[in-house]
Nanobody, 126 residues
Framework: QVQVVESGGGLVQSGGSLRLSCAAS????????LGWFRRAPGKEREFVSA????????SYADPVKGRFSISRDNVKSTVYLEMNSLKPEDTAVYYC???????????????????WGQGTQVTVSS
């Protein structure tokens, strides 16, 4: 089964950029759809973005549309989240998650994902 590990978090000023990476091991990477979720302090974990197995389909939560971009490299078994124009409200722990199977309309749901990383902290200062 696949294991995923996030990296790339840190402290950035409002308006800045960060790129998160999620490296996978232990499975055939192209068998998995990937998603990013986040949990802000005192809030529930929420969907951020998802990408299909070969990158042909992507989905974004409304708060990040136009600012974040998800991509994947199936050779490197890595998924990326490019985050631009960061805002203080983007401050959260960001989680990478993997799901088996083809694209579905439920990719925004945590329940679709069976494999989770430990998370990486992103802090945006005002």
């Amino acid at each position: 089964q696949v294991q995923v590990v996030e990296s790339g978090g840190g402290l950035v000023q409002s308006g800045g950029s960060l790129r998160l990476s999620c490296a996978a091991s232990g499975g055939t990477f192209s068998n998995y759809g990937l998603g990013w979720f986040r949990r802000a302090p005192g809030k529930e974990r929420e969907f951020v973005s998802a990408i299909s197995r070969f990158g042909s389909r992507r989905s974004y939560a409304d708060p990040v549309k136009g600012r974040f971009s998800i991509s994947r490299d199936n050779v490197k078994s890595t998924v990326y989240l490019e985050m631009n124009s960061l805002k203080p409200e983007d401050t959260a722990v960001y989680y990478c998650a993997a799901r088996i199977g083809i694209w579905s309309e439920g990719v925004w749901s945590e329940g679709e994902y069976g494999y989770w990383g430990q998370g990486t902290q992103v802090t945006v200062s005002s």
